[in-house]
């Protein structure tokens, strides 16, 4: 039976060892890799839903000041202007009264010119005013609708991105009939272009909920931006460091307030959808005129609230961008850091092993050699020993009586006692030698 050297054993004993900790290192970069995709995959879903809710409370915000101006049917006067300077004073008492700057009515006599007056935020009158940069659009819609929507139909964007302004339709009953409306009943008169304050804005709301939905700004991860889509420029950050071109790219983009709107007419008259529809369909037949904007389809919403999809219609768009330069790219460096840890534990393992396999063959080597020594220094030992007892036996039993030999005895039994400590001597030396002590 062949038997291994020991140190053989020790030597393959490590080897085992090393290949078990390169599979166990190969496993944990598997592991970590799959580990750092899962949680990017999270957080990124997190962070979406996170801007979904951002983006949906906004619209909510800004769509309670088109339900505040919606055409309310039920008027108790029946002047246009004396109702929108009722709307004005009320929402004026509304938490976010700040949020509208200013109120522009646009008004269609049955013949002549557009009649365009405004009233600022506090303001009791309406005063004429020249028909304002940007409210083209709103001019062209009333002149493609005509003057009377349910014969027609027409779809009304809610939402200008410039002036950023809220617009509502001003559409009056021209008879009614036992309570109700048919689509014949409505004319469209005029609408309200409500000017958003974008100092409250960006100064407010855009930071409340910023923190609400991102967490705190100061400590978070994440940076909030808010940007225009047709320039691009920065209309609200949460990181005045950021540049417009850092922006291009994020970890999430989504548009903001998008140009929804009404759409009145025969396929649905009072209605706030999309976009166009075709006609065909009756005013909500055997039910009460509408009273502001219906839900979003297929979605959980609040009745009168425009909240839908965002999409290339949107004014703004919201960017949020990881701080460390993107989610990806944070999620992987925590990801080599672990790594690395792990890596570097199972190194150290590895180097400790091979260090006590060297240390274990050294002492073993030691102690061979300190046996081979002791060996050695017993055999030398022996000899003055037994030169000693032969000659102290030999004066013990009176084989020497001449005083001569006598003397001669004595001699050698002094010579091998000198050799003899002369041995002990060398081995005290040896031995403060490996103690470090003499």
């Known amino acids: 039976m062949v038997r291994w050297p020991r140190e053989y054993g020790m030597w393959l004993l490590v080897g085992v060892l090393t290949v078990l900790l390169g599979l166990l290192a190969m496993l944990q970069y598997r592991w970590t890799g799959e580990i750092g995709r899962a949680e990017a995959a999270r957080q990124q879903h997190r962070l979406e839903r996170s801007a979904r809710r951002f983006a949906q409370e906004l619209r909510q915000e800004v769509s309670q000041v088109g339900i505040a101006f919606r055409p309310d049917f039920r008027g108790r006067s029946g002047d246009v202007r004396t109702d929108k300077l009722d709307h004005l004073a009320r929402w004026e008492q509304t938490r976010h009264a700040e949020l509208v700057s200013r109120m522009v009515v646009v008004t269609r006599p049955p013949s002549g010119e557009l009649l365009v007056e405004a009233a600022d935020l506090g303001g009791d009158t309406l005063v004429a005013i020249p028909l304002p940069a940007g409210l083209e659009r709103v001019r062209q819609q009333l002149e493609d609708a005509g003057p009377s929507p349910s014969s027609r139909g027409f779809r009304w964007d809610w939402m200008l991105p410039r002036p950023l302004a809220v617009v509502v339709p001003i559409v009056r009953p021209h008879r009614r009939e036992r309570g109700r409306f048919r689509p014949e009943d409505l004319r469209l008169s005029g609408a309200t272009v409500l000017e958003l304050n974008l100092d409250y804005l960006t100064s407010e709301l855009l930071p409340q909920l910023a923190e609400v939905h991102f967490g705190p700004l100061d400590q978070g991860d994440y940076a909030v931006a808010v940007l225009r889509r047709e320039d691009g420029a920065i209309v609200y950050s949460s990181d005045p460091t950021l540049r417009p071109d850092e922006l291009e790219q994020g970890d999430v983009r989504m548009g903001l307030l998008s140009h929804q709107g009404w759409s009145f007419g025969p396929g649905s008259p009072g209605r706030y959808e999309r976009g166009p529809r075709p006609a065909g369909g009756p005013l909500s037949p055997g039910g009460p005129p509408p009273r502001g904007l219906p839900d979003r389809k297929g979605e959980p919403g609040e009745r009168g609230r425009p909240s839908g999809g965002e999409g290339d219609s949107s ?92 003397r001669r005895y004595g001699d050698l039994i002094q010579k091998e006692g000198g050799r003899l400590t002369a041995l002990v001597a060398q081995v005290l030396d040896f031995a403060g030698i490996e103690s470090g002590s003499r």
């Open 315 to 406: 004014p703004w768009i919201l960017v949020v961008r990881h701080h460390g330069g993107s989610l990806a790219e944070a999620v992987e460096g925590v990801r080599r850091r672990n790594l690395g840890v792990g890596l570097g534990i199972l190194l150290l393992l590895g180097t400790a092993a091979v260090v006590l396999a060297v240390g274990a063959q050294r002492a073993r080597r030691l102690a061979r050699q300190q046996l081979e020594f002791v060996a050695g220094v017993t055999h030398e030992i022996n000899t003055p020993l037994a030169a000693i007892r032969s000659a102290g036996q030999n004066l013990a039993d009176g084989v020497v009586s001449d005083t001569q030999q006598v």
